[in-house]
T-cell receptor, first 114, second 117 residues
């Protein structure tokens, strides 16, 4: 079945450091790909998405590019802030179904220190 | 203006009790979901409903019974609660991607933290 693998955390960075969180997927078709963020004590918020190969999703300084050849959707940010501390989830959905649930990676906890 | 709301936010109860968690979405979406997040933050689908009809039922014990009185509501009832049911439960909704302007983006509620003692 479909699956998502993302790098194990926790990741600890200093403010203004460069962030990369790796995400690779396995799917039978061409899924849509998502990054969700969960701030402490809160629910999940959609951070960005991409629906086809070579699409780049971006939001709040975060970017991720849908790479079909490497089945990857790595999350990057050039300069992280303390407020970016959260758990980040990579996810996919199967475009062949009208009502598909998301398949999530295990989440990566990011801590940014001042 | 909350898009997806859940009640209660926290639920503490004894083993063996029966409890319900309610979910409502005001986005006009056709599809609603329940996910379980365990203590290690791993998220897994439990159920999916489309227009009040059960679409997906993962390997969830029979003690869990979702109920959808209308397409804006998907409630989760749990019988005979066990210690292992302690988790955060998230409701989500999405528009059917097959509809015009449909998209597979899911919108999540704030979660319900269930603690079984």
């Amino acid at each position: 079945g479909d699956s998502v693998t993302q790098m194990e955390g926790p990741v600890t960075l200093s403010e203004e450091a460069f962030l990369t969180i790796n995400c690779t997927y396995t799917a039978t078709g061409y899924p849509s790909l998502f990054w969700y963020v969960q701030y402490p004590g809160e629910g999940l918020q959609l951070l960005l998405k991409a629906t086809k190969a070579d699409d780049k999703g971006s939001n709040k300084g975060f970017e991720a590019t849908y790479r079909k050849e490497t089945t990857s959707f790595h999350l990057e940010k050039g300069s992280v802030q303390v407020s970016d501390s959260a758990v980040y989830f990579c996810a996919l959905s199967d475009p062949n179904s009208g009502n598909t649930p998301l398949v999530f990676g295990k989440g990566t906890r990011l801590s940014v220190i001042a | 203006d909350t898009a997806v709301s859940q009640t209660p936010k926290y639920l503490v109860t004894q083993m063996g009790n029966d409890k319900s968690i309610k979910c409502e979405q005001n986005l006009g979406h056709d599809t609603m979901y329940w996910y379980k997040q365990d203590s290690k933050k791993f998220l897994k689908i439990m159920f999916s409903y489309n227009n009040k009809e059960l679409i997906i039922n993962e390997t969830v014990p029979n003690r869990f019974s979702p109920k959808s009185p209308d397409k804006a509501h998907l409630n989760l009832h749990i019988n005979s609660l066990e210690l292992g049911d302690s988790a955060v439960y998230f409701c989500a909704s999405s528009q059917d991607r097959r509809r015009e302007h449909g998209t597979d983006t899911q919108y999540f509620g704030p979660g319900t933290r269930l603690t079984v003692l």
